[in-house]
């Protein structure tokens, strides 16, 4: 987190009273439309100068405080409740908040059955687009090796300080791999080129224009790599375990397709 004030420390103080009411009433205290107003008040800044720099500089130069995800939590929607995931210390998501997160969820493999034309995926590796943000995120968690059955040991997700070390070694692996440069990894890089992602990820699925791109691992990587500069690639693991597994015939399935 940035460095603490006496308002933020009362506020943190707050939403502790707020999570253990929560608690109490059987909800979990995780919710990001609920803990927004809280991480506004700990991390909105404008960090405008810091977009096109590279992350690991400015890391260095704040240290171990250095939070990321509440670093630049006013310009990227997609870190809010990441703040909040290290306040608490609680990784757990709920299932079916996953798959229905980004809105128009149809319903379990109501959606259209699409297989993934990706350099260096398994034959015939194929998902239910059962809302629009599958087409990029099956894939994306499925080359991280995120989902069920690709060997994460799930039943550490409640082990906040375990999950994180693991989430740790997954970036060392991923920079093992692809030894991305400082330059390449700036916040406003990893938004501008979104949208690029999701295109060419639509592509890999058969839903792009004739003659397009798909969607390279690397890529797919890159994204996720950002995230492990920002301070913890461990949330995108729990979303990943938590909405999708790999299933025999290369199948992503999703919630109760993925029953123990």
């Keep these: 987190m940035e460095e603490e004030t006496p308002a933020v420390s009362m506020l943190q103080s707050a939403v502790r009273t707020h999570a253990n009411n929560l608690a109490t009433a059987g909800q979990t205290p995780r919710l990001a439309q609920l803990l927004e107003p809280f ?3 700990m991390c909105a800044a404008d960090r405008s100068a810091d977009l096109n720099r590279p992350v690991q500089q400015i890391r260095n130069e704040i240290g171990a405080t250095f939070d ?5 939590w006013s ?3 997609w870190f809010h409740g990441t703040p909040s995931i290290h306040f608490f210390k609680n990784y757990v998501q709920d299932t079916n908040a996953t798959l229905q997160m980004f ?3 149809l319903g379990l493999n109501k959606g259209q059955l699409v297989t993934y034309n990706i350099d260096g995926a398994p034959p015939g590796l194929k998902s239910h687009l059962d809302a629009p943000n599958y087409a990029y995120d099956d894939p994306y968690c499925w080359s991280l090796g995120f989902l069920k059955n690709q060997g994460l040991d799930g039943n550490l997700i409640s082990n906040y300080e375990a999950w994180k070390a693991i989430g740790q ?3 060392r692996k991923i920079q093992a791999e692809y030894n991305f440069t400082d330059e390449e990894m700036t916040v406003a890089d990893h ?3 979104n949208p690029t992602i999701n295109a060419k990820s639509k592509c890999a699925a058969g839903l792009g224009p004739a003659g397009c791109t798909p969607v390279t691992i690397r890529e797919y ?6 995230k492990c500069l920002l301070g913890d690639e461990s949330p995108e693991m729990t979303y990943c375990y938590m909405r999708g597994c790999l299933l025999p015939g290369n199948y992503i399935g999703h919630g109760s397709d993925c029953a123990d």
């Excluded at 990321?68 to 630049?72: E, Y």
């Design 103 to 105: 809105g128009g969820y």
């Design 169 to 171: 070694e997954e970036c």
């Design 191 to 193: 938004v501008d080129y």
């Design 39 to 41: 991480e506004s008040a």
């Design 68 to 72: 990321g995800f509440c670093h630049f």
């Design 221 to 226: 990587k890159k994204h996720a790599y950002l």
């Design 75 to 77: 310009h990227v929607p």
